[in-house]
């Protein structure tokens, strides 16, 4: 890196990347379960994509029964405590929370989960469900994410066999390497593995399908296969200088903050964040939080078609983040390093087949952006090489095609769910889709 | 200008916010305090026999969050011998001429004695007597207090005894733990007294300990029943109240207490017959400051509503206290939802479905937001079903959503009294059914 920017000391690190949205204290935390109405059939409910009976484990709380409160949340979702911070509640369960409607704060339901699932990981996760006997089928699930966990989790319990293979070091997916530390720590993630590990479900990190194992052994190893791979290599920028030393990944960039080793991490002094989805946002925060002084998001839309949520926004402009909105990367300038970003400004044409209005260049707009980082976050491709081993798999704009409610792919021994099903949406979605796979599975083994 | 300034059996204050007998009045420290705070009146601390006090002598009932919806004590009277209190009796009158100092008393149960206290306790020029009748724990075991409250006749004797000798004004504070509470009432009228106190506190266990399976509070494992006072027994002291204050026999002047915590309490009170309010476990909770709204909350009320003296409203609302067979069996209501205003909480619905007359439908509904669409389910009442039990009213959470909707014009009335005299006796359920017919009643 041509100007790196000036490392920090390890207490404004520990600072920086301090969480969000603290813990509830135990009198807080009843306190606010105590505010809730107790709605029934509630409407947080609903909005939850894994509906978990939210009513009902708040009660627990006000209760002082913060086991019984868990046991409500797992029984609808594996990664509870993952969607506990890294949810946006303000779009789901917060925001259908019927204070709302009398023109009061919601519950903060995200925290109250929290509550309940910090207690219980605490208190060394008793166990509160037992498995079946087991039923003699076994089930390979390809990627410890959050759906391949759920999937998992949701199988071991009911009589199966299963084993998770995970190409990293670390089982987890992106709850474990791609949120950012003031949302969630790393050992969040670690504790909710180790919790579906109890189930007996076996976990063979450093594995990658089709290297370390080879389709074909799993296939014959396994009655069923879940696929759970998520999305893989980032998009390309496709412009000139892309190969520069100093332009990087945005979840790769996340990657590395979320091992704490901040120290370690080099951030440019000036940096350009291509993208305004949630992942570019995290990563833009987080380059700041490391010691950038000057952080530009470069976006080809206007902040009103920008993908990402309002209160990522929010945080990012709070923390002293540029946005350069109608602006595109033309192509990045260095011998080596990054010295600086072509940029050009763009107008809002016609709108295009998702109904956003196309952004077209300005003609001799160019201007230089002098910046030392170039951080991409233009999406992820579908891991469409390994895809394509998989025979007879149907996939859709890269998507793999499922059964809606059996999650079965075109290939009938392998399911699927999760980001590499939806094209990358939450970590709650993915957990929906690993449990609901896992009864789709159950119903297909069984003839159900 | 609204006047705030009573007279109870002849005990005049300023205001009608009276400290009762109980902590915060322990002392001239604390009523002088009290009083420079704007308090109308205080009811000394119990003075009377020797005692000694346990520790952890309070225990509270906390509620959905709520701190002390209840306060129950296992204190005793005045641990501080008499002639220290009398002392600061007599200095507080002294430095407060305008305020109402009454000296609450309990001695043992024999005239000489009582005569000895009442005598000595009018030297101090304070301005009346309170007789505690009530207290349910440590000195009942010793033939005081709720002993002596539980049983007409010693009431009526030892009242007597002090009104024999006293020049001062005489109230009876009467004890809740009794089956009726006129009997105690008529006891005291029957003793001359000049007015009546109540409630004392209520017999009460706060509570076990889930971890060390002992009663709380505990002291030292042992615990037992204590008097319970605050929010939770306001209900159950405006029912005593009311009846004494409605029983022809009586016809007293009421100082009432019992969960007062705010100028809303104390004005339902007056409502109910009460001329004084007194005051205890609030103050216990927030200090005497308490009284500034007190007294600024019910003069605005009052101003409001044009009411200019405490004579304007007191008993106001005893007409309206009914027996149940005296209720108009045709006054029909049925409970409306204001769609524009619920929140969907649906709490109406589960009330009504386990535990009323399953009259609330839910129907899904489509729901504009912000240029979204979503379905909600709307709780509907089915007007024909409802009973109008005001169930769902209770729970709703959005004040002026369900509203209790009055459907009949008032033409007919009919009481179960009325109707017991028009049906053949005994009452048959088909007779029932034939009225309830004819009136359109349906019971489902």
């Known amino acids: 890196m041509k100007n790196a920017a000036l490392k920090l000391s390890p207490s404004e690190y520990e600072q920086n990347f301090a969480e969000l949205h603290p813990a509830f204290t135990p009198n807080s935390a009843v306190a606010e379960a105590n505010r809730c109405l107790y709605c029934f059939d509630s409407r947080c409910m609903k909005a939850c994509p894994t509906h978990i009976d939210i009513s009902t484990f708040i009660k627990k709380i006000a209760t002082g029964n913060l086991k019984g409160s868990a046991k409500t949340i797992l029984e609808s979702n594996w990664v509870a405590l993952t969607c506990a911070k890294a949810c946006p509640v303000d779009v789901l369960c917060e925001g259908a929370c019927v204070y709302n409607e009398r023109g009061e704060e919601p519950i903060q339901i995200g925290r109250l989960q929290r509550f309940a699932m910090d207690r219980y990981f605490e208190q060394g996760m008793p166990p509160l469900f037992t498995p079946e006997p087991k039923n003699g089928k076994s089930v390979g699930i390809i990627g410890a994410g959050p759906a391949g966990l759920a999937c998992g989790a949701e199988l071991a319990l009911m009589g199966y066999d299963v084993t998770i293979y995970e190409a990293k070091e670390k089982a987890g997916g992106l709850d474990t390497w791609g949120i950012a530390p003031y949302k969630m720590m790393q050992r969040d993630s670690l504790n909710e593995v180790k919790l579906v590990e109890s189930f007996g479900v076996a976990i063979k990190t450093k594995t990658r399908v089709g290297k370390e194992i080879s389709i074909e052994e799993l296939q014959k190893k396994h009655n069923a296969i879940f696929v759970g791979v998520g999305l893989a290599s980032p998009t390309r920028l496709g412009i000139p200088g892309e190969q520069l030393a100093g332009v990087v990944d945005a979840l790769d960039f996340i990657d590395d903050v979320t091992t704490r080793k901040w120290k370690s991490i080099d951030v440019g002094k000036w940096v350009a964040v291509i993208g305004a989805g949630n992942t570019a946002i995290d990563a833009a925060t987080e380059a700041k939080r490391l010691g950038a002084e000057q952080v530009y998001m470069i976006y080809r839309r206007s902040e009103k078609e920008m993908p990402a949520y309002e209160f990522e926004f929010e945080l990012a402009q709070n923390d002293g983040v540029q946005f350069m909105f109608q602006t595109a990367p033309k192509r990045v300038i260095g011998k080596k390093h990054v010295e600086a970003l072509e940029c050009i400004r763009m107008k809002l044409g016609a709108p295009d087949k998702d109904g956003r209005r196309k952004p077209v260049p300005v003609p001799r707009s160019e201007f230089k952006l002098p910046v030392d980082m170039v951080i991409k976050s233009v999406g992820q491709n579908i891991e469409d090489s390994f895809l394509s081993q998989i025979p007879n798999l149907k996939t859709k704009n890269g998507m793999v095609v499922v059964n809606t409610k059996t999650y079965q792919t075109t290939n009938p021994k392998y399911f699927a769910g999760g980001d590499c099903i939806n094209g990358g949406k939450e970590v709650v979605n993915a957990a929906y889709d690993g449990k609901q796979a896992a009864h789709g599975i159950d119903r297909c083994l069984f003839s159900k | 200008m609204v006047d705030l300034s009573i007279n109870c059996g ?148 030892i009242t007597e005894w002090v009104t024999e000798v006293s020049t001062i004004p005489v109230l009876v504070k009467l004890t809740p733990n009794v089956g009726d509470i006129r009997f105690p009432g008529r006891a005291a009228k029957k003793g001359k007294a000049n007015g009546i106190s109540l409630i004392n506190t209520i017999n009460t266990i706060m509570g076990v300990n889930l971890d060390t399976l002992e009663l709380q509070p505990s002291v030292g494992g042992k615990g037992g029943h204590g008097g319970y006072a605050g929010p939770a027994v306001k209900p159950i002291a405006l029912n005593m109240v009311s009846q004494i204050a409605i029983d022809p026999e009586i016809k007293l002047p009421i100082s009432a207490m019992g969960g007062v915590s705010t100028w809303r309490d104390a004005a339902e009170f007056i409502l109910l017959g009460a001329t004084s309010v007194q005051v205890c476990t609030a103050v216990m909770h927030y200090g005497f400051r308490i009284i500034d709204d007190m007294v600024e909350g019910l003069t605005n009320w009052m101003e409001e509503k044009g009411y200019r003296s405490l ?13 149940f067979g005296d209720l108009n069996l045709l ?80 033409s007919v009335t009919m009481t179960w009294n009325e109707l017991m005299k028009q049906l053949p006796q005994p009452v048959t359920w088909e007779a029932l059914r034939q009225f309830q017919a004819k009136h359109g009643i349906e019971i489902h």
């Open chain 2, 311 to 323: 004579d304007d409203i007191r008993g106001k609302s005893l007409k309206c206290i009914a027996d």
């Open chain 2, 331 to 410: 006054y029909k209501t049925t409970a409306r939802i204001d769609e524009s205003k619920c929140i969907q909480c649906n709490l109406c619905y589960i009330a009504c479905e386990d535990s009323a007359h399953q009259c609330i439908d839910i129907n899904p509904k489509e729901k504009h937001n912000n240029g979204s669409v979503l379905t909600i389910n709307q709780p509907k009442i089915r007007e024909d079903d409802c009973v109008g039990c005001r169930l769902c009213f209770i729970v709703c959470p959005v004040e002026g959503c369900i509203s209790m909707v009055r459907k009949d014009d008032g």
């Open chain 2, 10 to 157: 002849g005990i005049r204050s300023p205001n009608p916010f009276w400290l009762a007998s109980a902590p915060p009045t322990n002392s001239a420290y604390q009523v002088c305090k009290a009083f420079e705070a704007g308090w109308g009146g205080a009811v000394w601390k119990t003075i009377g026999e020797p005692v000694m006090n346990v520790f952890n002598r309070y225990g509270a009932v906390d509620y959905n969050g709520q701190k002390i919806l209840g306060l129950n004590n296992i204190e005793l009277i005045s641990d501080r011998p008499i002639e220290t209190n009398l002392k600061e009796i007599a200095e507080t009158k002294k430095l407060w001429p305008d305020r109402a100092v009454i000296a609450s008393l309990m001695v043992e149960s024999k005239r000489e004695t009582w005569h000895d206290i009442v005598k000595r306790t009018i030297d101090t020029g304070c301005d009346g007597i309170e007789l505690n009748y009530g207290c349910p724990h440590g000195m009942s075991e010793r033939g005081m207090g709720a002993a002596v409250g539980q049983v007409p006749e010693y009431c009526a004797m």
